[in-house]
């Protein structure tokens, strides 16, 4: 019976992981980095930036809508520290909430000083397991120091200390690793490292330049910079080329589509809608309705 339990917790976990990894690629961009050797230009945003994304599931030729996602910014303090507070929620939708029901938030505070992590958190409600992550983030030179801290209703399950490079993102700061690119200084194929602290590892993350392409949804073209994404965790069954995502190729940077590779089929998240951006979304073309 233990080892069921055991067996059953190793899979959520894993699950959680592997639509949590699709997200961080999704949002890349939308906060400071938790260190400032990690982002090449932070002027892609602005406080009160709100974004909107639509979450599918495809089989083959079948794609079925399976549920949203927002992010949105707000200036913050965090301990004294003044600070740019940042929060994700998803939530599935239709058959996929039946399937497998989520109810997410994620949330961070980025100093807005030195432009470093200082806190992250992870409410997770996921098919009836409902469980929190908590990451302190410190610095010791050229280490990153996170203290992680999971329980679930029952117990706590893990209480440790991460130390990694002088890159060591949360999610929500990973999310906005690709959104800090400079178009001007990137050549084809170009690969960029990180880590990201995640529950109770430090996963290593590469990006691979691929140049320009257009992304078509709903009547509406995107300019959009190309990336191909390595993610090295047990959770995915392929760790070379685990992801692709679309980067809107203007000031804004934001993420117009992500495709995760899964064992039945993919998961593709696409831009919906956003308020408040600092620049013009110019990466956008109508199509004309026929």
């Known amino acids: 019976m233990k080892e069921k339990i055991a067996r059953r917790r190793v899979a959520e976990d894993c699950r959680s992981k592997t639509v949590f990894c699709l997200f961080l690629i999704l949002f890349s961009g939308i906060l400071y980095t938790a260190h400032a ?4 230009n932070t002027d892609v945003f602005t406080p009160r930036e709100t974004v909107e994304f639509d979450l599918y ?5 079948l794609m079925t809508k399976g549920g949203s996602a927002s992010i949105t910014i707000k200036e913050g303090v965090y301990e004294g520290v003044p600070s740019w507070n940042s929060e994700l929620l998803l939530w599935s939708t239709g058959v996929v909430d039946k399937v497998f029901r989520i109810r ?8 807005k000083v030195d432009q470093r992590l200082l806190f992250a958190t992870k409410r997770s409600d996921e098919g ?3 469980q929190i992550d908590n990451l302190t983030y410190s610095y010791q030179g050229e280490e990153t120091h996170v203290h992680a801290f999971r329980r679930n209703i029952e117990r706590v399950k893990a209480d440790t200390v991460l130390v990694g490079g002088n890159c060591v993102l949360d999610i929500l700061g990973a999310l906005m690793y690709a959104r800090s690119f400079d178009w001007n200084k990137m050549t084809q194929s170009q690969h960029y ?5 995640m529950g109770k590892t430090v996963i290593p993350i590469s990006y691979r330049y691929e140049g320009q392409q257009i992304v078509e949804k709903n009547h509406v073209k995107y300019r959009a910079r190309y990336f191909i994404i390595d993610i090295f965790d ?3 069954t392929q760790s070379k080329e685990a992801m692709e995502i679309w980067i809107g190729d203007d ?5 117009v589509k992500v495709r995760a590779k899964l064992k039945l089929g993919a998961m ?6 956003s308020a408040n951006l600092r620049h013009p979304l110019n990466c956008r073309v109508e199509i004309p309705k026929k």
């Open 268 to 273: 593709e998240a696409y831009y919906s809608s």
């Open 234 to 236: 047990d959770a995915f």
């Open 104 to 111: 997410d938030t994620i949330e961070n505070h980025i100093g």
């Open 193 to 197: 490292q990180l880590q990201v602290a």
């Open 37 to 40: 050797q990690c982002l090449k």
């Open 128 to 130: 009836g397991y409902y």
């Open 251 to 255: 000031a804004n940077h934001l993420p």
């Open 57 to 61: 599931f495809k089989w083959g030729i």
